[in-house]
């Protein structure tokens, strides 16, 4: 692997012998456990990305589905956290077709809680070493982890009523846009009987 702290898609490209749009492609469709700085063109990946890559490329080689790659990827790899595009008033429009994404991205979350409460209940557990286990240790744990799962709840809640502004804003535009072609029509149809009645 490089020395380099980040990389861009070329030079992923490169080091794995992908092509380039194929690498292009994967990092938009599994964004949510590639580590990665800055944004659009700006965007470069963390070292450890190019082996995520290279899991994705194994993985999809095997015959695997899209989705059974990201799950598998749930399953090995943290979530990134800056993975969501954070969206305000000007988002562009392309952030509406993201509810697979967020999604996604939703029960991945769901499933790094559970991999937590596991953890928190078994290192409990296992440090009582064979004793009856500290039911205020176990409970504590518990109202943590309810905690985040409430977090989590809130966090996926607010991107579905982002998700929903951003599709009502998208059918204003498709309706405005339905309106200026029409107008448009108008214009040229206008414009085209007075060139031929000036001509005539």
Do not use: C
């Amino acid at each position: 692997m490089t020395g380099k702290k980040v990389l861009s898609v070329a030079e992923i490209a490169r080091e794995l012998d992908l092509p380039e749009s194929t690498v292009h492609y994967w990092k938009n469709r599994f964004a949510q456990h590639l580590p990665s700085v800055g944004r659009g063109r700006q965007k470069r990946f963390k070292p450890e990305a190019v082996e995520i890559f290279a899991t994705i490329s194994r993985l999809l080689k095997e015959g695997h589905t899209a989705r059974d790659v990201m799950d598998r990827l749930s399953q090995d790899y943290p979530l990134q956290a800056d993975a969501v595009p954070a969206t305000s008033g000007g988002a562009s429009v392309q952030a509406v077709g993201s509810m697979d994404q967020v999604m996604t991205m939703a029960a991945a979350i769901g499933m790094e809680i559970a991999k937590s409460v596991g953890e928190g209940i078994r290192s409990v557990l296992a440090a009582e070493s064979g004793g009856v286990p500290d039911v205020a240790d176990i409970r504590e744990g518990l109202e943590e982890t309810a905690l985040r799962i409430s977090a989590a709840m809130q966090e996926t809640e607010a991107l579905r009523a982002e998700n929903r502004e951003l599709k009502e804003k998208l059918a204003v535009m498709e309706a405005e846009m339905v309106r200026l072609r029409k107008d448009r029509r108008e214009m040229e149809k206008y414009l085209l009987d007075k060139i031929k009645s000036v001509s005539t």
